[in-house]
């Protein structure tokens, strides 16, 4: 709890740092793909106390809804679309400072605002999902995020 307490004091970079050992501790206890998304998306959201932190996994050729925290989402997004279809398919970290103005952007709650999605490459070379998380405010995310998140993805696959 103490822990908790200063993580949630620190500057954002201070926050990922601590966060991102943590993270590699629970992913390296833990081989099961959704076991890892699901404390992975939990420690995220605690840690920050974003609108909506998750994974889309490549199933069958779509995006398919994994573990997250937050309100309900829609299941199945195509390659190419929306924001997380996007990333995908260009196989690139997206930050969306205002999602209204991402053409084809896909609203499963109209509180979200601005979003930022990373792509997760596994060793192969083939994207195996993304990690989305969405901010009820505009322009939360910046290089910084994009940094810590992408770390975050490679440490998943
Ligand atoms: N907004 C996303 C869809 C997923 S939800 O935000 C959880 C998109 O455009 O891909």
Redesign the pocket.
């Known amino acids: 709890m103490a822990e908790h307490l200063d993580i949630a004091q620190g500057s954002k970079e201070e926050k990922y740092n601590v966060l991102y050992t943590q993270i590699e501790s629970v992913v390296s206890a833990e081989a099961d793909m959704i076991a890892r998304m699901a404390n992975v998306a939990a420690m995220i959201h605690a840690t920050f106390g974003f609108w909506?932190t998750?994974f889309y996994r490549v199933i069958d050729g779509v995006l398919v809804l994994g573990p997250f925290q937050g309100p309900m989402?829609?299941t199945r997004?195509a390659l190419g679309?929306?924001?997380?279809?996007t990333a995908w398919k260009e196989r690139t970290t997206l930050i969306v400072p205002d999602?209204e103005l991402?053409p084809g952007?896909?609203?499963?709650?109209s509180a979200?605002k601005s979003?930022i999605?990373v792509p997760i490459i596994d060793s192969d070379n083939n994207v195996i999902g993304v990690l989305?998380i969405?901010s009820e405010r505009l322009a939360t995310f910046d290089e910084c995020d994009k940094h810590w998140l992408e770390k975050i993805a490679s440490l998943i696959a």
Do not use: P
């Open positions: 909506w998750g989402a829609c997004i679309r929306g924001v997380c279809g999602v991402f952007h896909i609203a499963c709650s979200s979003e999605v989305d969405d």
